[in-house]
């Protein structure tokens, strides 16, 4: 009896064992895409010219 998933981002069917580290997702792409969306979104703050010539060091 094999349980089966559905990849939350490309909705290929995934095993639900230990043939699949990255379940419920696929693959690790698929996994990276759905960290990607929202790391993409925290990312996109119009903050990057601070970052270039900003004079505070945060180390
Ligand atoms: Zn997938």
Redesign the pocket.
Same mark, same amino acid.
């Given at each position: 009896m094999v349980l089966t998933v559905k990849?939350?981002?490309?909705? =290929?069917p %995934?095993t639900w064992n230990e043939e699949s580290p990255f379940r419920p997702?696929?693959?690790d =792409?698929? =996994?990276q %895409?759905d960290l990607g969306a929202w790391a993409a979104e925290s990312y996109r703050v119009p903050s990057r010219q601070e970052d270039e010539d900003g004079g505070e060091d945060n180390r």
């Open positions: 990849c939350p981002i490309c909705g =290929r %995934v997702f696929c693959s =792409r698929c =996994r %895409v």
